[in-house]
């Protein structure tokens, strides 16, 4: 059954340009082709190709180039898509070769529950054959699993408002 993924813009007059994002120096060189894992620098587990065959057949997937160019093109995209569709796993890790810098910048991502940020977070790192705690990891109330070269972290709403006040 297809499922329906919305990809929309919702602020168009930006601060940040295309320019901007696209001169990010990245340690990190993606090919989705290479037996390597470009976080690890291991070789993928064939536990990684099973659940990418899955992945592959998840909605958001089609849309994985047109996302990039919207976060590419615009400060602040809205997502819109059905429960199980792959918004919250599958969005984050596109994003991260674009994006992230290992130790120096991270993804955030927010969960409104305790739970949810620390299942998610184990469930992305199966997805990226790292080590939980270490390339992903999530941020609680009085737990910590992150690293500082940690470049993929789920928190709670809570946790993003503290760092966001002791990081302005």
Same mark, same amino acid.
């Given at each position: 059954?297809?499922?329906?993924?919305?990809?929309?813009?919702?602020?168009?007059?930006?601060?940040?340009?295309?320019?901007?994002?696209?001169?990010?120096?990245?340690?990190?060189t993606?090919?989705?082709?290479?037996?390597?894992?470009?976080?690890t620098? /291991?070789?993928?587990?064939?536990?990684?190709?099973?659940?990418?065959?899955?992945?592959?057949?998840?909605?958001?997937?089609?849309?994985?180039?047109e996302?990039?160019?919207?976060?590419?093109?615009? /400060?602040?995209?809205?997502?819109?898509?059905?429960?199980?569709?792959?918004?919250?796993?599958?969005?984050?890790?596109?994003?991260?070769?674009?994006?992230?810098?290992?130790?120096?910048?991270?993804?955030?991502?927010? /969960?409104?529950?305790?739970?949810?940020?620390?299942?998610?977070?184990?469930?992305?790192?199966?997805?990226?054959?790292?080590?939980?705690?270490?390339?992903?990891?999530?941020?609680?109330?009085?737990?910590?699993?992150?690293?500082?070269?940690?470049?993929?972290?789920?928190?709670?709403?809570?946790?993003?408002?503290?760092?966001?006040?002791?990081?302005?």
């Amino acid at each position: 059954m297809k499922r329906k993924l919305d990809v929309s813009s919702i602020y168009s007059n930006n601060t940040t340009n295309a320019s901007d994002i696209s001169s990010i120096s990245t340690n990190i060189t993606y090919n989705s082709n290479s037996p390597i894992n470009p976080w690890t620098g /291991q070789i993928y587990s064939t536990k990684y190709y099973d659940i990418l065959k899955k992945r592959q057949q998840l909605p958001v997937y089609e849309f994985k180039e047109e996302l990039e160019a919207k976060v590419r093109d615009n /400060q602040t995209i809205v997502v819109e898509g059905e429960t199980g569709s792959g918004k919250t796993t599958q969005i984050p890790q596109f994003l991260l070769p674009m994006l992230a810098v290992k130790g120096r910048k991270a993804i955030a991502c927010t /969960q409104p529950r305790r739970v949810a940020a620390m299942s998610i977070a184990k469930r992305v790192a199966e997805e990226m054959d790292v080590i939980m705690g270490e390339q992903v990891g999530y941020t609680i109330r009085f737990e910590d699993c992150t690293t500082p070269d940690t470049i993929l972290r789920f928190m709670t709403d809570g946790m993003l408002l503290r760092e966001a006040m002791h990081d302005p």
